[in-house]
């Protein structure tokens, strides 16, 4: 089930912006009208609802004390689709910020925090890349010819079609499959 965005105006929350990119990032922003609030570290314990200004959200108490995370990650807070896809297209057209995670602000992960939210985000990634090279691996052994590659293969053609299908039978399909390719 999709999530309904937050009604609020439209800016980008950055996190771990990388300095040698910084400049054009804000500057393609700042092109399209578009909002930027950097933040850092010290802010990975806070709520996402809090930094991006929603009302009724407080600031966490104490200082954060875990680990830096250094995940690049793009927050669009106020948009729905139609309005982010410009952004991503204008980025990617100029190269910038390819390598950062991208999430829209939800009525769900308002509440996370900074933290918990760059986690989610980096396993849903990997998963997502699992995924990827399960399909790129599926299809090299069917281009390879070999019957009996082709027929361990197939055993493995469900896990695309499931639902949500775990890393261990990803991984051991990965496995599998990279020794017959």
């Not at 990803?170 to 390719?181: E, F, G, N, S």
Request: with cysteine; glycine share 4%; charged share 25%.
């Amino acid at each position: 089930m999709k999530s309904k965005l937050i009604k609020q105006n439209m800016f980008v929350l950055l996190y771990q912006i990388d300095s040698s990119q910084a400049d054009a990032m804000i500057q393609e922003l700042e092109n399209l009208s578009i909002k930027y609030q950097l933040v850092s570290a010290n802010d990975l314990n806070q709520s996402v609802g809090y930094l991006a200004g929603i009302p009724g959200f407080q600031p966490a108490e104490g200082s954060y004390e875990g680990e830096v995370l250094d995940t690049p990650l793009m927050i669009f807070c106020g948009m729905q689709m139609k309005e982010m896809h410009p952004i991503l297209q204008t980025l990617k057209k100029k190269e910038i910020g390819q390598e950062y995670r991208k999430v829209m602000l939800t009525p769900n992960n308002q509440f996370w925090s900074l933290e918990a939210l760059i986690h989610e985000i980096t396993r849903e990634h990997n998963y997502f890349q699992k995924m990827e090279q399960l399909s790129r691996l599926l299809r090299k052994v069917q281009e390879t010819g070999d019957v009996n590659a082709k027929q361990v293969a197939e055993q493995y053609v469900p896990l695309l079609q499931a639902k949500q299908p775990n890393h261990e039978q990803m991984d051991r399909a990965i496995d599998i499959l990279t020794k017959l390719v």
